[in-house]
Nanobody
Framework: QVMLSESGGGLVRPGDSLKLSCGIS????????MAWFRQAPGKEREFVAG????????YAGDLAKGRFTVSRDNGKNMIYLRMNNLEPEDTATYLC????????????????????WGQGTQVTVSS
């Protein structure tokens, strides 16, 4: 059983940066496809960025390109999401997800491909 635990969320001002962390237990991160999603109240879950199992290549969703970066630390068994130049529209609960499959790039953005989810960490961007 894989368990995920997010941290690092909070209240920030527009233009600020924030780094989210996701700790993984039960399996080593290099054997998992990992991703960050986000969900705002009343909205659908959105893909933010993902990390392929094989080689750890990272891929950013459209909403993340140019501002957000996903990375992993095999030694600490964690992944991170670095978010720069945050906007009020980025306000959401950010969720860490893990999948045991070896997903192709076009499949990373589908939440149904991930078997394990964390509880999420709230990010609020407001002046």
């Amino acid at each position: 059983q894989v368990m995920l635990s997010e941290s690092g969320g909070g209240l920030v001002r527009p233009g600020d940066s924030l780094k989210l962390s996701c700790g993984i237990s039960g399996r080593t991160v290099s054997t998992l496809t990992m991703a960050w999603f986000r969900q705002a109240p009343g909205k659908e879950r959105e893909f933010v960025a993902g990390l392929k199992k094989s080689g750890g290549s990272s891929y950013a969703g459209d909403l993340a390109k140019g501002r957000f970066t996903v990375s992993r630390d095999n030694g600490k068994n964690m992944i991170y999401l670095r978010m720069n130049n945050l906007e009020p529209e980025d306000t959401a609960t950010y969720l860490c997800a893990a999948g045991v499959g070896n997903l192709i790039t076009s499949s990373l953005s589908f939440a149904s491909n991930y078997e394990f989810w964390g509880q999420g960490t709230q990010v609020t961007v407001s002046s």
